[in-house]
């Protein structure tokens, strides 16, 4: 039987330590001694520690659910192996020896808790990922279920790794509900309690701090909490507590080099599972607001690329096909400022604000459009649906390599022969025919095939073009010039320095 967890394996090398010399080994103590003082001469601090977990695990725990899941697999021929009857390995070898077609059954343990008295539970999706069956064991108490409950599937997501379950009993269930994981108790050094079903070995409960916030692993939702609470393989699913008892993550993944806990373990926030809880709840998926546009950060080599730019923060605008964004009159080379009133940092946030705002919502956006600002107003679609509509899979182009110069590159109108050549997608712009291996343009991932259609935020349909709009930016002593480039149906935004040319 398996416990089920995320693990993010590294090694970091240890550091080397040198012994202490005679006055530095003085020194610590002198320091240390020094530190005791004040710690007992400062009885507010000691008060602010919780004398014990006791009451906060007792109210809890009968929310916590260890979950059982059982795949069938296909059977696999193993070593002949032969025992005495009734040996505790008679059931392991019985399993080996199924013949290459005969399925077996295979078992893995995760955790989840309970968030209505009428039997919703939330677990991860990796948990329950594949099962056949699910069964939820609850913490042994007064009231609470004593036998292993089916349950339900009602809805999974696997960008946010999250899964609603459903069981049925006759008597209201205990539950726990979510917190603010934006609010105080959730705030970096604040303490949190972590519950589950570590390792198969049944309800446990462990304490530690916030030790981070807004912690990105993989996803396109990420917003992790990291904790040094000790979380270990089938914790995954599990409720992470502030000490009010609300739940303000759920214990998804782990850093590790060994597959234990080191004190890096990774919750994901309540802010983003509380909205997808809703959703599947409701449809039994997700349903995400779509803003419609392709979207890349904003690098601070562009920032003196782009009229009216400041900071390297926002979210530059690199296509806009049919759907929401273009109704409203956003354009390619935009920057989103504002979405709903809220300040935009960089890519990462605008998705995540999109994502959780309700499909068909008006928005006000605020973008940054040739030194002005302009105000608009988009209504969302539904990403599931429409994105891969406005943005299919485009085919990869082959590449070739010629060195030459003109900001590093050489460029050509669009031909027929160049566009069976690369297979091209657009029929307006420069093709990049070769390029400077030792350029910036090269450093910077331009590569043959490529198709510039802008410079300085203006359309480029020749060469003459290109050279025009590098001496119009020269001209406004600009030091970049900011190019629109596209890969097969991939838009990005490159800034290039002009002293190249």
Do not use: C
Request: charged share 20%.
């Amino acid at each position: 039987m398996n416990s089920k967890a995320r693990i993010i394996t590294r090694v970091y090398p240890t550091q080397t330590q040198h012994p202490l010399r005679p006055l530095a080994m003085l020194a610590l103590v002198l320091a240390t001694a020094m530190a005791l003082v004040l710690a007992q001469a400062s009885p507010g601090t000691a008060q602010e520690r919780p004398a014990t977990f006791a009451d906060l695990a007792e109210q809890i725990s009968p929310s916590v659910v260890n979950i059982t899941t059982s795949t069938t697999v296909a059977g696999a021929t193993g070593p002949q192996g032969i025992v005495p009857e009734g040996s505790p390995f008679e059931e392991f070898f019985n399993d080996l020896n199924r013949g290459p077609d005969q399925p077996r059954r295979s078992s893995a343990l995760g955790s989840g808790f309970v968030i209505s008295a009428d039997g919703f539970i939330v677990t991860n999706n990796h948990v329950i990922e594949g099962a056949d069956e699910i069964e939820i064991e609850f913490f042994p108490g007064e009231g609470q279920p004593s036998e292993l409950l089916p349950a339900t599937l009602i809805g999974t997501d696997p960008n946010t790794d999250i899964a609603v379950l459903k069981v049925e009993y006759d008597s209201p269930l205990q539950y726990v509900e979510f917190g603010d994981s934006n609010a105080v108790g959730a705030r970096v050094g604040d303490w949190v309690v972590a519950m589950g079903n570590p390792l198969g070995q049944g309800f446990s409960v462990s304490a530690g701090i916030v030790s981070a916030r807004n912690r990105a692993l993989s996803g396109t939702y990420d917003d992790y909490i990291q904790t040094d609470a000790a979380i270990n393989r089938g914790n995954s699913g599990g409720p992470l507590f502030n000490m009010d008892g609300e739940v303000i993550g759920v214990n998804t993944a782990i850093l590790s080099p060994n597959g234990g806990s080191i004190g890096i373990g990774f919750a994901m926030s309540s802010a983003v599972v509380t909205n997808v809880v809703d959703q599947l709840i409701e449809f039994g998926e997700t349903r995400r607001g779509w803003l419609g546009v392709r979207i890349q950060d904003v690098t601070p080599d562009m920032v003196d690329a782009i009229d009216g730019l400041d900071l390297a923060q926002g979210a530059l605008v690199t296509d806009v096909p049919a759907g929401p964004a273009m109704d409203a009159g956003m354009l390619s080379g935009d920057v989103i400022t504002l979405f709903d009133g809220i300040a935009i940092e960089d890519t990462r946030e605008l998705v995540r604000i999109v994502g959780n705002s309700p499909v068909g919502k008006e928005v006000p956006v605020t973008v940054l459009r040739n030194g002005d600002l302009a105000e608009l107003v988009v209504t969302l679609g539904r990403r599931e649906t429409e994105e891969a509509v406005a943005f299919p899979v485009a085919d990869e182009t082959p590449e070739t390599a010629e060195p030459t110069e003109m900001l590093g590159l050489t460029l050509s109108d669009i031909t027929d022969e160049l566009t069976e050549q690369f297979g091209l997608s657009v029929n307006e712009g420069l093709v990049i025919t070769s390029i400077n291996p030792d350029s910036e343009a090269a450093s910077k991932g331009l590569v043959e095939g490529d198709v510039i259609t802008e410079a300085g935020q203006q359309k480029v349909t020749s060469v003459e073009d290109f050279e025009t709009r590098i001496e119009e930016a020269r001209d406004a002593g600009r030091k970049s010039l900011l190019l629109l480039v596209r890969r097969g149906g991939d838009p990005r935004f490159v800034a290039l320095s002009l002293d190249e040319s």
